[in-house]
């Protein structure tokens, strides 16, 4: 066979979105990022679990440069992340992050929290950027709390809020970092619900969790963390049912 019948298809939409390679860093004396190779195509949904202290909160958070990395490339959508600059501002906006905390601004409305980075980050002008919030919050569907504040609501449609803001800054990427872990049970479901919803409609994401409900509902690829090394990647069903190594077999019957 010969390529020549094939369309050419742009490099854009064949190479990975996030892409990181020989990626090190440490704490001091401790190692927490080891020679971490990963790939993240474009609408790929990769859900990252392993035990407290492997490493996952400083992976998301060298991804999106909250924290420098000791060497090693980290590219988003073909750009590697510079160290800092203008550049990096512009490349950070690409990444949106949710955390475990909301930490939604508490003196300023739902509406607000959503509006401010389109109006001040990317000088969207104020009617436009609010009738973007407004579609965005009936998307993970808190469109009903927007003149209240951030106290007012339930952690469930506050963290919901987080992701609305997140996804205002029309990320090409979003980095979820434990983000029910902080709720009462009750409101987990809502939370993920939007989660699985924002996969389905093509949004890529990198996800720590441990729900192994969320994994198998949306994740393409589990990888599995321990010791600040990727020990192990699979499908959900595969992870799930045929862990590899002892640390995986360990982990998941502790939290299964
Ligand atoms: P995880 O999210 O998997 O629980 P983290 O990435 O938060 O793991 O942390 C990995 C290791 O790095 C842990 O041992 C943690 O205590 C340590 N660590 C994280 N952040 C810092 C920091 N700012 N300074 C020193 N040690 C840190
Ligand atoms: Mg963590």
Known sequence: MTSEAQPSTPASSTRPLVSLRKVNKHFGDLHVLRDID??????????????????KSTLCRAINRLETIDDGEITIDGKVLPA?????????????????????????????NVTLGP?????????????????????????NQAQKLPAQLSGGQQQ???????????????????PTS??????????LDAMVALAKE??????????MG?????????????????????????FFTNPRSERAKDFLGKIL
């Open 38 to 55: 990963l790939d993240v195509a474009r609408g790929e949904v990769v859900v990252v679990i392993g035990p407290s202290g492997s490493g």
């Open 84 to 112: 800092e600059g203008k550049e990096l501002a512009k490349l950070r906006a690409d990444v949106g992050m949710v955390f475990q905390s909301f930490n939604l601004f508490a003196h300023k409305s739902i509406l607000e």
């Open 119 to 143: 109006v001040k980050v990317k000088g969207m002008k104020p009617g436009p950027a609010k009738d973007l919030a407004m579609s965005l919050l009936k998307r993970v569907g808190v469109d």
């Open 160 to 178: 919901r809020v987080a992701i609305a803001r997140a996804l205002a800054m029309q990320p090409k990427v979003m980095l979820f970092d434990e």
């Open 182 to 191: 902080a709720l009462d049970p009750e409101m987990i479901n809502e939370v």
């Open 202 to 211: 093509g949004m890529t994401m990198i996800v720590v969790t441990h729900e």
């Open 214 to 238: 969320f994994a198998r509902r949306a994740a393409d690829r589990v990888i599995f963390m321990a010791d600040g090394q990727i020990m192990e990647q699979a499908t959900p069903e595969e």
